[in-house]
């Protein structure tokens, strides 16, 4: 038709003939072009559609992946084991060895195998059924813009099928350079020792071994150690062994539970261990341990606290393991084996809630793992509302709710830092495009997660939300999930066994929750006497202006949480250098050795 240019009237007369009426010829040719024009016309713009698509999933990013910080071919290959055989070489800084790795077959005639690295220098690849050494390539895999990481290609000799297992096993030493490697060297540390460990969240165990690094990928562990000195080696598994051999030290771990590539932890010290309770237990550096132990005292309790919430705790053991001044985090959850600040030891008591969350990441993180990493609020907003549900257990209800005051500030500055230029961090669910996951790891996981799993906690009332927790935990344990699955999770718990389903979904709108950004609507108040006593005195100095208010006094009788509710009021209100002054000279603030708030 649009070829000859013809008239819908010329061409309705063509087709039926000129002795029909007009309206009856239009009627006809309308006819033909939904049967056959119409139909045509879909097809078209679906393939259109369709090679767009493929354009941007293949072309534009050839290792094809939900998660688009990792160069694996996920959808066609999956990891099931990994075993790790390394030496750690202080002197040089390197861990070399090799990995074997068990690999499921997803999908048919598959013909390679793309694993993430970076900085390792590659020396070998073996396929142990058939016995032969496998052709291998290193790439740059500049996907991410704000980091610059490699892909290793490894060619299979025949083409494997779908549900078929491989044994792959690479020979390997890693850089100095590499992301998530750590040296630090002897004035770093209190016994004068170097100290290794690992840093591997979020992309950065890609360093320590080659592997799929996504959290979509979960796979049990194995690993055999060796050190030469008087050192202590840690993994995030329960020990199998530990030998000295001459002057070197061989220890052998096992993880039983399947755990994605972040929370694959080393650390190797001068380390000493203290238990706590029959399951719990501290470790840190000589001159450490006592005053650790002291201060971590409650973990086993913060655990039986928060396991008779949910679901028994699946790791057996619990340890926190105190880092050398040189560790620059707060904390890290690897299973079994928490990695944390020193400058606890400073706080004291004071800084337990760490403790409390990480120890929920046992189940937030650990058991059921954010499937990409745009879904990182699955793992921090259920975790901070755990850690605050043991706070409040132990401390009470207005510690914990102080807490969730300071994270809301800490969001709201967040908010007003980047809702000009990047609306997308205040999202639940944000996407780093091109960018490191390391881009969406903002307060936003945290505190505004924490505020919408409150929300959901008061609709469906306590009781009935933590039935919902254990059934969630109970039907992802081991596996990684993605916040669609959450949603249904959630709407299947209220559908059927709630009979107020209906006005409770009313109240849950998932897109403005999850996909808008901006501060949760509506703010939640928090209050309490401790709580107002910081900011009344705070406003009250804010007044004086460079005088002392009465019963300046009672700053002292706050705990560290409250006092920094005072210092964030002060910063609300500008108080100028007159009013800093006059606290400091009064409280003494930064004239202490070292101050926790």
């Not at 070399?96 to 793309?114: A, E, P, Q």
């Not at 080696?233 to 096992?254: D, F, T």
């Not at 932890?265 to 550096?285: N, P």
């Amino acid at each position: 038709f649009c070829c000859k240019q013809k008239t819908a009237y010329e061409i309705a007369q063509r087709l039926v003939g000129s002795e029909m009426c007009i309206r009856d010829r239009y009627m006809g040719i309308l006819k033909m072009a939904f049967i056959h024009i119409l139909p045509l016309t879909i097809s078209f713009l679906l393939g259109v559609a369709l090679l767009i698509g493929y354009f941007i999933l293949f072309a534009a990013h050839p290792y094809q992946n939900i998660d688009r910080s990792s160069a694996a071919n996920v959808n066609e290959v999956s990891t099931e084991h990994i075993h790790l055989d390394l030496t750690v070489n202080f002197e040089n800084e390197t861990l070399s060895g090799y990995s074997v790795h068990t690999f499921k077959v997803l999908s048919r005639d598959l013909t390679m195998i793309h694993l993430d690295i970076d900085e390792l220098k590659i020396k070998s690849v073996y396929d142990m059924l058939s016995n032969q050494f496998l052709t291998f390539r290193v790439d740059d895999w500049p996907w991410l813009a704000d980091e610059t990481f490699q892909v290793l290609t490894i060619y299979l000799e025949e083409k494997k099928q779908w549900n078929s297992t491989m044994y792959i096993k690479i020979e390997y030493e890693t850089s100095p350079d590499g992301s998530g490697v750590n040296w630090l060297n002897e004035n770093q540390t209190e016994s004068k020792k170097p100290f290794f460990y690992t840093d591997c969240q979020t992309t950065y165990c890609r360093s320590v071994l080659p592997l799929q690094d996504t959290p979509s990928i979960k796979a049990t562990l194995t690993t055999k150690i060796r050190v030469e000195g008087p050192y202590k080696i840690l993994v995030s598994g329960l020990k199998v062994s530990e030998r000295n051999i001459g002057s070197v030290v061989e220890a052998e771990h096992h993880q039983p539970n399947p755990i994605p590539g972040y929370l694959v932890a080393i650390g190797v010290g001068v380390l000493e261990q203290k238990q706590i309770d029959g399951r719990t237990s501290v470790y840190a550096e000589p001159s450490l341990i006592d005053k650790s132990a002291e201060i971590l005292s409650d973990i086993g309790t913060f655990l039986d606290i928060i396991e008779n919430d949910l679901t028994p705790y699946r790791w057996q053991t619990y340890s926190i393991v105190i880092m050398p001044f040189g560790y620059p985090n707060g904390g890290m959850e690897n299973p079994q084996i928490t990695f944390m600040s020193p400058f606890i030891v400073k706080i004291g008591k004071d800084s337990e809630d760490v403790a409390a969350h990480e120890i929920v990441h046992s189940w937030f993180g650990n058991l059921l793992t954010c499937g990409n990493w745009s879904d990182t609020w699955l793992n921090e907003a259920l975790t901070v509302w755990g850690e605050r549900t043991i706070v409040e257990a132990f401390f009470g209800k207005e510690s914990s709710d102080a807490y969730a005051l300071i994270g809301l500030r800490d969001l709201e500055l967040l908010h007003e830092e980047t809702k000009k230029e990047h609306p997308e961090k205040t999202k639940l669910v944000c996407f780093s495009n091109r960018q490191s996951p390391e881009y969406c790891f903002t307060y936003t996981p945290y505190e505004k997660g924490y505020t919408f799993i409150k929300k959901l906690e008061t609709l469906l009332g306590k009781n009935n939300f933590l039935s919902f927790l254990r059934t969630y935990i109970l039907n992802h344990e081991y596996k990684s999930v993605e916040a669609a699955q959450f949603v249904s999770s959630f709407e299947s718990f209220v559908n059927t066994k709630l009979s107020n389903a209906t006005e409770i979904m009313k109240n849950v709108n998932w897109t403005r929750e999850l996909r808008d950004s901006g501060m949760p609507v509506p703010l939640p108040n928090y209050t309490g006497p401790r709580i107002e006593l910081a900011k009344k005195l705070a406003r009250e100095y804010a007044k004086k202006n460079g005088s002392s208010p009465e019963h300046f006094e009672e700053y002292n009788k706050l705990t560290s949480v409250f006092k920094c509710i005072f210092m964030i009021e002060l910063h609300i209100l500008q108080a100028s250098k007159a009013v800093l002054d006059r606290i400091d000279l009064d409280l003494n603030i930064t004239k202490l050795e070292f101050n926790p708030e």
